[in-house]
């Protein structure tokens, strides 16, 4: 019978070129020089590894500092997320919110002013109480949904240009959002003081810059007047508007008037 098996793992050591004869892999094993190899040898180690220990303090010094320690102890997690905030997906938005405010500035100092009323005919009278310092009542300056700026509208100027009597004056606006409604406390946008030195008018001082908080769109605006006189002195006013643009972060609205308290 034919040795199969033999046969077959000849065949195996011709093609790998292993050697069948025990003795002489024994012996072959037995004459490697791993001597200088071994990992037991501690003057091979000491001479050919030095710079390789781990407990070689002069070269853990040179390639790890006292510096990279602290950097690395000052790496908390709520730093983290500021170098997470220059990431791709944020670093644009904030880029977008800077351009964005930066236009809102550039738009109060060059945006067109409107007007109102829009023809030299129409007047807007509001009168005063019958008592020194004390407020008249609040009347219509603007109707209700006539000016339409999808973010409200801001009072840039107030024209006075006439007054029943030489006097000094503190007039005042206010928006609401119901037609019959007075504006609330919450709801004054802003105020201005001027001194009419004799009737009819002749000063063009009367142009009053008036900076106030904006109107929400289509709110209906009132003004009210006080004088120092115990008349019920008046005044016929116009006045200017801006569209408002809001920021991106805007502060938010004292809610008392005319201090916080």
């Not at 801006?242 to 920021?247: A, D, E, M, S, V």
Request: glycine letters at 6%; proline letters at 4%; aromatic letters at 8%.
């Amino acid at each position: 019978m034919i040795d199969k098996i033999g046969t077959l793992r000849r065949l195996v050591a011709s093609i790998l070129g292993i050697e069948t004869n025990t003795t002489t892999i024994a012996a072959d094993v037995a004459n490697i020089d791993g001597d200088a190899m071994r990992g037991t040898d501690d003057a091979l180690l000491a001479a050919s590894y030095t710079a390789e220990r781990g407990t070689d303090n002069a070269t853990l010094q040179a390639t790890w500092t006292d510096a990279l320690a602290t950097a690395l102890a000052n790496y908390t997690a709520a730093r983290a997320v500021y170098l997470d905030e220059l990431a791709a997906a944020n670093l644009p938005a904030d880029v977008d919110t800077l351009l964005n405010d930066a236009g809102v500035i550039h738009h109060y100092n060059y945006s067109g002013t409107r007007v109102y009323p829009q023809v030299p005919s129409s007047t807007i009278q509001i009168a005063a109480a019958a008592a020194a310092d004390t407020w008249g009542s609040w009347t219509q300056v603007v109707p209700i949904d006539t000016i339409d700026f999808a973010d409200g509208y801001n009072i840039y100027g107030v024209m006075v240009e006439q007054v029943g009597a030489g006097a000094t004056y503190i007039i005042q606006f206010g928006y609401s959002t119901v037609d019959g409604s007075d504006p609330t406390t919450a709801q004054i946008m802003g105020e201005q003081r001027f001194k009419a030195l004799g009737t009819p008018l002749k000063t063009y001082h009367s142009d009053l810059a008036t900076l106030s908080r904006e109107a929400p769109q289509n709110a209906k605006l009132w003004a009210r007047l006080m004088s120092e006189s115990v008349n019920a002195d008046t005044a016929d006013i116009s006045i200017i508007v801006l569209r408002h643009i809001p920021t991106s972060n805007p502060i938010t609205h004292l809610t008392t008037w005319p201090w916080a308290s």
